[in-house]
DNA sequence: TATTGTTATACTCTATAACTATA
DNA sequence: TATAGTTATAGAGTATAACAATA
């Protein structure tokens, strides 16, 4: 099937997903990640920036899941919620692009938030193909908590950082990450 | 089923599993992940620690399969061999919590490398439950191969950095995620 | 009784490919 | 012919829970 705005049948909404299960307190993998234990060798992978940027984003997915669990908010949901209200009207094909996922995966991520009734298709006015996405008022009024809590959830992590080094670390970041893939 | 270490059956192995599907060059997803598109109003994302390290992330896990893909080793394999090779007769209780990942996902991870002939599980000394994990001696060989490649690539994803950017880099990683989780 | 390794099962995430409607 | 959205399907990765052997 294709488009069926314009069709009575009820569309298939996707049922809100659980956070993430991988983070469960309840038995084996439920405890906190701890990126150094003491009396283990680690070798190269102490010198590498790759490893360290993954030790520390293991870290801040788990956080930033615990803080907005509330709400039901993972980071990729936090992020199309972002790009939705900053740049009214995109398609679902310029949030996989911006999201760098697949357009597939951008419906069933746009679904579940949906479901959560926090966002909606409208028709997009030069394309009958496409949708504006957009947020609805509760999406809006989430949003705003929402943000406040990441916000804060940021803050959390970047306490041990004075904000010169927060400001150093975006800007190195920055360079790591640039547009252009680097040279095989 | 227990241990059956000391039973002639047969113990099943894995099949290597595949690099990543999410990185081929195929089709919908199959381009580079642009971490910073033009025309694109990210909004408070754009301030976020935690978005400007999952950016990084992205690129370099996309740049180490790409890099590793002869070898057929992803980044948690890498890391699996490196803390076997230098921490001989861990058990895999031990690698489980030194990845953060659940003891049945040690042993997958472990099967794939001993599909690969890599690792091997030796008896251990102490417990007669547990195995002490070793590298097979194609293990030794290739493992040096590969840390000379994950070298290399981590030199690539850096070389927007000199050297001293990049040390203080790590560092400010290192104070991000420290042994204990952030307080509430 | 607790722990080690193992297996079974389930769920999330992501991708690829085919399809309908529209450009 | 190409593109937007959708669906079906498949795969990797992770978790939880139960189990046998051993501590």
């Known amino acids: 099937m294709a488009v069926t705005r314009n069709t009575s049948k009820a569309r298939k909404t996707r ?19 701890n990126p150094h234990l003491p009396d283990v060798d680690y070798g190269v992978l ?16 788990e956080d930033f899941v ?9 980071p990729p949901r936090f992020s199309a919620l972002q790009i939705i209200a900053r740049n009214p009207g995109v398609r679902l094909t310029d949030l996989a692009r911006i999201l760098g ?48 809590a990441v916000c804060d959830h940021d803050a959390r992590i970047g306490a041990q950082l004075s ?13 790591l990450a640039p547009g252009e893939p680097w040279q095989s």
Do not use: N
């Open 15 to 33: 049922e809100p997903l659980a956070p993430d299960p991988a983070l469960g307190e309840g038995g084996d993998g439920g405890g906190h990640f």
């Open 46 to 61: 102490d010198t590498l920036t790759g490893y360290a940027i993954r030790r520390a984003q293991i870290r801040i997915y």
């Open 66 to 74: 615990r803080s907005l669990a509330a709400w039901q908010i993972t």
């Open 101 to 148: 996922i697949a357009r597939s995966g951008a419906v069933m991520l746009f679904d579940a938030l949906e479901a959560m009734q926090l966002v909606a298709r409208e028709p997009s006015p030069t394309d009958r193909r496409a949708y504006a996405l957009a947020l609805t008022a509760t999406g809006r009024q989430t949003l705003a908590a929402v943000t406040e």
């Open 163 to 175: 904000e010169a080094e927060r400001q150093t670390l975006l800007r190195l970041l920055d360079k």
